[in-house]
């Protein structure tokens, strides 16, 4: 770096560099970068330990990034920007040097309040210290084969685990905490999908009602780990105490998936706050209406949207992505209303620059990308649609396998669809089943238990008079509403929650559990918890007995997915007999065992169907580290209210048959009983049985 001499009239201040853009501390002191186009004047503000504040103005403007070096400047330091400019909001432009401004490139965010005096928003940047001793650290870089994703909140996850030190509840280091991470590894996932983590803050219009924004999907710092979940502080500390949470859980062999909310900020439309980016370069950083440039064109319902075809937001992008691997070492990304990175113009375009940066990127394009392929402009709905490097959350998977186990009418072919893997969404661009993501239940929404417990959503202490979240649930025929007493209701909600996760192990792609629900979690009805701060959103560890039993059935599920390759196959199923197989690897069977028609596919009436999956020819490691042939599975659907027989297929397709799991019996898991080859085997009502065998003797 060539400095100028120090300018005592401007605070000590010398030239700096324009890159990297934030505050780079770099052992003696720090520099000062500033991205903004319209700005005639940049002036760094530093909130010095006595309430004061000291102001110096940038001295140098390159490609329009502002800087400056400030030595003796180092970590804990608060400071802010006043950004002097165009005032003009029909050109867009809306610079105000009274403003008090947040680093869109901060590292750390610390929140004054309003006693302790400092900017309305009460947000400053503060300089961090990036040192952190990483260790032997290193990912787990799982396939996505053979990932089971764990979609969690930091803080709702810990918040009220008794085992948790009360101190730690509800930060990074209580996710990190023995107990939490015994409870993850207990379940064998292999990835844990966090919810914003990225610096948020509080609606004023919640915070009116005594409520908070707890999803957090109202970022306004994409560099910032959110101070609210921090144990040990707010000057840096965060930092040191995410990429610790990360180390441990990467220790017991967990990835971290970050939920990343780049299609909006906290800003909102013209009415909302400034904050940051509105105050340092509007019309760089946001979509304006083409028709009044003083109004935002928004596609995520929140009032903005940012302006992807701008090169210095796609750097933002990008820069936050890379900060986020290479300095915390996450390992991997889900874009929350991702269609709406891919709006160059209007549409949604495959061909966008967004798109280009990642693919090229030798960073961003080797860690896990999973997108929300929609958004809420016109044509926003996007599953199958993106390209081949990414993953998506299938959006039909829920809808379909809802709509099976509600026995609606003519939802088997789609159903056989999903559980396949959605190859008709995506093998004709030749992905494979790992561009599925499945989930039933998400944050947003019902909960796994809630699901099969109410037709109707229960809001009302979201202060919206009910009238916010899904419209309504559809009937379960599940018996009343809510908690009951009824032995004969509860167990069947009880087998419709085993249906529902047994379905979606046993599932081609890649599985998602929403947290909690394996241990039955409850929000009350509530599908729609964003501003729910407390015992609504948080898990409550406190188990019954059945709680209790749907645990270790989602342990067996999961540990049975991952010791068998055929229940989660890197290629679509091709129907045909071929590389030494003597059967073909799938087979669709009516309940006499004979093979499904198209007649019979088109019966709208058509609840019941059994698959068998060849597992000869797939190779699955052992324990001991051999390699053998898999076992080849059948399984049995029944999602009618009558019990139904299926009979066996025959000795072709194996001699016998042993029973692993029942979703009809209370904990789901059998006594591996075997049965024979064309003789008969009672499903009951609403439930699901899977069956094995060994391999044939079909070599690898």
Request: hydrophobic residues 35%; proline residues 6%; glycine residues 8%.
């Amino acid at each position: 770096m060539t400095a100028r001499p120090a300018n005592a009239a401007n605070g000590g201040v010398l030239a700096g560099r324009p890159y990297p853009l934030g505050a780079t501390y770099d052992g003696h002191g720090t520099n000062f970068s500033l991205f903004s186009a319209v700005a005639t004047q940049v002036d760094l503000v530093l909130a010095e330990p006595d309430g004061s504040e000291r102001t110096v103005t940038l001295p140098e403007v390159d490609g329009f990034v502002w800087h400056g070096y400030l030595p003796g400047v180092g970590p804990r330091q608060r400071y802010g920007y006043r950004v002097h400019g165009p005032w003009e909001p029909s050109s867009g432009h809306r610079c105000d040097p009274e403003a008090f401004l947040l680093d869109p490139y901060a590292l750390a965010v610390h929140e004054q309040s309003p006693a302790e005096g400092g900017p309305e928003h009460g947000l400053y940047g503060v300089v961090v210290d990036p040192a952190f001793d990483w260790g032997s650290d290193a990912p787990p870089s799982y396939s996505y084969t053979d990932s089971v994703i764990y979609e969690a909140h930091v803080r709702g996850i810990s918040r009220t685990h008794p085992d948790v030190p009360q101190e730690l509840r509800g930060t990074y280091a209580g996710l990190a905490s023995p107990p939490v991470i015994e409870h993850l590894t207990s379940l064998n996932v292999t990835a844990v999908e966090l919810m914003p983590v990225h610096q948020f803050i509080q609606d004023g219009f919640l915070r009116d009602q005594g409520l908070s924004n707890y999803w957090g999907y109202n970022t306004i710092g994409f560099f910032a780990p959110h101070h609210a979940y921090a144990a040990r502080g707010t000057l840096g500390e965060q930092v040191t105490e995410f990429k610790q949470m990360v180390k441990d859980l990467h220790a017991a062999g967990l990835e971290v998936i970050l939920d990343v909310v780049y299609n909006h900020t906290a800003e909102g439309n013209e009415k909302g706050p400034t904050i940051s980016f509105r105050g340092i370069d509007n019309a760089s950083y946001y979509r304006l209406s083409d028709e009044d440039f003083s109004h935002y064109y928004d596609t995520t319902g929140t009032g903005n949207s940012l302006l992807m075809r701008h090169p210095n937001v796609l750097q933002l992008i990008m820069d936050s992505l890379r900060y986020w691997v290479t300095e915390c070492h996450v390992d991997g990304f889900r874009f929350d209303l991702a269609a709406t990175l891919a709006r160059q113009f209007h549409e949604v375009d495959r061909l966008s620059a967004f798109f280009d940066v990642i693919q090229q990127d030798p960073v961003i394009s080797r860690v896990k990308l999973i997108a929300e392929p929609w958004d809420l402009g016109d044509g926003g709905y996007q599953v199958g649609n993106f390209p081949p490097l990414w993953s998506e959350w299938n959006g039909l998977y829920r809808d379909s396998v809802r709509d099976f186990w509600r026995a609606d009418d003519g939802s088997l072919p789609e159903f056989a669809s999903r559980l396949t893997g959605s190859a008709d969404l995506y093998e004709h661009e030749r992905r494979r089943p790992r561009a599925s993501v499945n989930f039933i239940t998400a944050h947003d929404g019902f909960t796994l238990r809630d699901l099969v417990s109410y037709n109707d959503k229960h809001n009302e202490a979201n202060g919206e008079n009910n009238e916010d979240g899904e419209s309504h649930n559809r009937s379960w025929n599940c018996g009343a509403e809510g908690p009951t007493d009824d032995p004969a209701v509860r167990a069947l909600r009880g087998r419709q929650q085993r249906n529902f996760l047994a379905t979606l192990m046993l599932s081609q792609g890649i599985p998602m559990l929403s947290h909690g629900d394996e241990l039955g979690r409850t929000q009350g009805g509530n599908n729609n918890v964003y501003c729910q701060d407390n015992e609504i959103s948080w898990i409550d560890w406190r188990l019954d007995e059945e709680q209790e039993d749907l645990l270790r059935f989602t342990r067996e599920l999961i540990a049975l997915r991952k010791a068998h390759p055929v229940l989660r196959r890197r290629h679509f199923f091709d129907g045909v007999a071929q590389g030494g197989r003597r059967l073909p690897d799938l087979v669709w069977l009516r309940p006499d065992s004979a093979e499904m028609t198209p007649k019979d596919w088109r019966r709208p009436d058509a609840h019941t169907i059994g698959v068998f999956l060849n597992g000869d020819g797939i190779a699955a490691p052992t324990p001991q580290g051999r390699t053998v042939v898999d076992d080849s599975f059948l399984v049995l659907f029944n999602c009618f209210w009558e019990p139904m027989e299926f009979v066996l297929p025959r000795a072709a397709y194996g001699a016998r048959w042993t029973k692993l799991i029942d979703t009809a019996e209370p904990d789901g898991v059998c006594d591996e009983v075997e049965h024979k080859a064309e003789s008969t085997l009672l499903v009951a009502e609403r439930s699901l049985v899977v069956l094995s065998r060994p391999p044939d003797g079909t070599q690898v």
